[in-house]
C-alpha cells in the first residue's frame, strides 16, 4: 500500500487543481481540449497559462526532491508517431482524454463522459494488453 | 487587463502547476507506468494509475457539489461547462481511437505535455504527433464527418 502513497497525493493534487479551476474560473480542467483551444487560437493567454504551468510541474518536482520525474520510454519511434496521432484526433473527436471526461467528468457524474472514459480504458487495456504478449 | 482577468490568469497559471506538479508525484509521467496498469496480463500488474484517478475524483467530487451550489464562479459572471449529454458514434469512436494511441505508448495529453519540460526527444515526437492529429482532426476530418450527419 504505501509504495501508492505518491500516486494517491499526486492525484489528489490533480482534483485540488481540477476544483480551483471550476469553482474559481468556472472552467473545466481538460488538457486535450486546452491544447486544441490553445492550437485554434481560442482564449489564447488562458489556455497558454496553463500549459505554461503544466510545464513547471516536472521542474517544481525535480526542485523540491533534487530529481526529475522518472520516465521509462519503450515504444518505437513509429509507434510514438502512430500513438500521438491517435490521441490527437481521439481526444478531438471524442471531446476529452483521461483529464476532462476522466477526472471531471466522473465527479460530475456525466453519464456522457462516464461512457467516454469506459471507451478509452477498455481500448487502451484490451491495446495493450495485447501488445504486451509480443513483448 | 483588468485586475479581474489578470487574477483569473494567475489562477488558470497556478492550477496548470498543481496539475503537472500532481501528475509528477503520482508517476504518470512515466510511460512504462501506464501500461504497467493498461497491460492486464504482464504478470506484474501495477495499479498505481486507479490510485491516481480515484485520488483526483475523490477531490473533484465534493468541489463539484460545491460547485452546484454557487450561482457562479469566484472569478468570473458565469460557469462555462460542457452542454453536451450525447452519447453518440463520435464520442464513443474518438475515445476508442484515444485509447488505442494510449495503449500503444502510455502517454495521453497532460503528462506528454507536462514532459515537454523535462526535454526527452520521443516526448516531443509524441507531442508533435498529437498536434498533427489535433489539427488533422479540427480540418479536415471534421469536415468530411460533419458532412456525414
Known amino acids: ?135 | 487587463m483588468s485586475g479581474q482577468n489578470l487574477a483569473r490568469l494567475g489562477v488558470t497559471l497556478l492550477a496548470g502547476a498543481l496539475f503537472g506538479f500532481g501528475l509528477s508525484l503520482s508517476g504518470m509521467l512515466d510511460p512504462a507506468r501506464v501500461i504497467g496498469f493498461l497491460d492486464v496480463a504482464s504478470g506484474q500488474w501495477d495499479p498505481s494509475l486507479m490510485f491516481v484517478l480515484g485520488g483526483a475524483v475523490m477531490v473533484a467530487i465534493p468541489g463539484v457539489m460545491l460547485q452546484r451550489r454557487m450561482a457562479r464562479p469566484v472569478l468570473d459572471e458565469q460557469f462555462h461547462l460542457p452542454q453536451s449529454t450525447a452519447i453518440d458514434r463520435r464520442l464513443l469512436t474518438g475515445s476508442a481511437l484515444f485509447g488505442v494511441g494510449w495503449g500503444v505508448a502510455g502517454f495521453c495529453p497532460g503528462p506528454a505535455v507536462a514532459a515537454l519540460s523535462m526535454g526527452l526527444v520521443p516526448v516531443f515526437v509524441f507531442v508533435g504527433a498529437m498536434v498533427a492529429g489535433m489539427l488533422l482532426h479540427d480540418g479536415p476530418i471534421a469536415r468530411l464527418t460533419s458532412k456525414g450527419r
Open chain 1, 1 to 135: 500500500m504505501t509504495t501508492y502513497w505518491p500516486s494517491l497525493i499526486g492525484g489528489m493534487l490533480l482534483g485540488v487543481s481540477a476544483v480551483l479551476l471550476l469553482v474559481v474560473n468556472g472552467r473545466i480542467a481538460g488538457i486535450s481540449g486546452i491544447v486544441g483551444r490553445l492550437l485554434g487560437g481560442q482564449q489564447v493567454p488562458a489556455n497558454a497559462a496553463f500549459v505554461v504551468g503544466l510545464l513547471l510541474g516536472p521542474l517544481l518536482h525535480a526542485s523540491l526532491f533534487s530529481r526529475l520525474p522518472a520516465m521509462t520510454i519503450a515504444a518505437s519511434w513509429p509507434a510514438i508517431v502512430l500513438a500521438g496521432l491517435l490521441v490527437g484526433i481521439g481526444t478531438r473527436m471524442g471531446s476529452g482524454c483521461t483529464s476532462g471526461h476522466g477526472i471531471l467528468g466522473l465527479a460530475r457524474f456525466s453519464p456522457r463522459s462516464i461512457a467516454a472514459t469506459a471507451s478509452f480504458l477498455a481500448a487502451g487495456i484490451l491495446t495493450a494488453t495485447t501488445m504486451g504478449f509480443f513483448r
